[in-house]
């Protein structure tokens, strides 16, 4: 019976172990550390503790951040949670602000990210950006250790580096500028990433969609949803600018507040090209009707127009503004009431 039991605890084990990876990290920790360094962005340990909870892999990575494609461009009644999604932005511009980490611990693990990234818009786009700037500020560090690993991951760490969808004289600028200055010092290596950036320069679709040539997403029955986005739509000034407004703006229902009800309500609505916004929808219930309807009063009535979203168009090669959809959560908490309310 014992032998048994021990069985069935290891063969436990090893299937958590198998599947831990796939595991989003502890987004609890994670977004505790990244409000106490808002709050004390010089203080190294912040720094640490922020720099030990993000993400290690391009797993982790993906599996907190990511989109689901399943529900892309569609406002179902499902039970996804955008939090994450919605936090991915001032995640990585926090990680990208970190000063007091050692370079070299860093890099590692910016680069141990990268191996396997693949390119795809909101999180991945953000990332990959942060990726080019610490190579141009930390270049010596960066490629030594990506020098550092084996063959096959220094070409996907530069595969994901230069994947692109359309053509760009600032990478192509770059890959000169890098390649002229350490082709000497990594001939290997350098060969790896020419091979990379043949490939996958203007080589592939940001949606992930094959055999599609246009870089534009279908739903299940092929029908036209949206354009796959370059850059998504952004509040003006950014997401902590953002959520300001919503504390600012909130009218926090009298009824709730007597009653302490708190609640999370998720929104969904399209940015159009000339940033004004349309098609307000409920997406997932607070549990609360109050709550809800002022979340959607909050959307429809007093949003300010929007950065629109942009998407590179193959026919008129170029980027452009395009409509996009936007998930948004509306937070309501008694200890936060925002500066307008109707609790008065």
């Known amino acids: 019976m014992k032998r048994a039991f021990l069985f069935v605890v290891l063969f436990m084990l090893v299937v958590h172990s198998a599947n831990a990876q796939y595991f989003q990290v502890d987004t609890a920790k994670l977004n505790r550390a990244y409000r106490t360094l808002v709050n004390e962005p010089d203080k190294k340990e912040k720094q640490e503790a922020f720099f030990d909870a993000f993400p290690c892999n391009w797993r982790e990575f993906i599996t907190t951040y990511g989109f689901r494609s399943e529900i892309y461009g569609l406002c179902p009644h499902g039970g996804y949670d955008f939090t994450m999604y919605s936090a991915a932005k001032s995640h990585i511009e926090a990680f990208g602000s970190i000063s007091l980490v050692n ?6 693990k910016l680069v141990n990210i990268a191996v396997g990234g693949t390119y795809e818009a909101d999180a991945p786009n953000f990332f990959k950006s942060l990726l080019h700037r610490v190579v141009h500020k930390k270049m010596d560090i960066m490629l030594y250790t990506v020098s550092r690993l084996r063959k096959g991951h220094q070409m996907q760490f530069w595969q994901f580096y230069w994947s692109s969808n359309g053509k760009s004289d600032e990478l192509e600028k770059e890959f000169a500028h890098l390649y002229e200055l350490n082709v000497g010092k990594y001939p290997d290596m350098m060969k790896t990433m020419e091979t990379a950036f043949h490939y996958f320069y203007n080589g592939v679709n940001i ?138």
């Not at 370079?103 to 590692?108: A, G, N, S």
């Not at 809800?292 to 590179?312: C, G, K, S, Y």
């Open 207 to 344: 949606d992930g969609g094959y055999m599609k040539g246009s870089g534009i997403a279908y739903d299940n029955n092929g029908q036209y949803i949206f354009p796959i986005l370059e850059t998504p739509a952004e509040f003006p000034g950014g997401h902590k600018v953002l959520m300001e407004w919503i504390k600012n703006n909130l009218q926090y229902p009298k009824e709730c507040v007597e009653n302490k009800i708190e609640g999370r309500t998720f929104v969904c609505f399209i940015v159009k090209k000339d940033g004004s916004i349309d098609n307000v929808k409920l997406f997932k219930s607070s549990g609360n009707t109050l709550l809800d309807q002022e979340a959607l009063r909050l959307i429809n009535e007093d949003m300010p127009l929007w950065v629109p979203a942009t998407h590179f168009s193959e026919a008129e090669g170029e980027y452009i503004k395009v409509d996009s959809r936007v998930w948004l959560p509306v937070l309501f908490k008694l200890n936060n009431l925002p500066t307008c309310t109707n609790a008065d």
């Open 103 to 108: 370079d070299t611990v860093y890099c590692r």
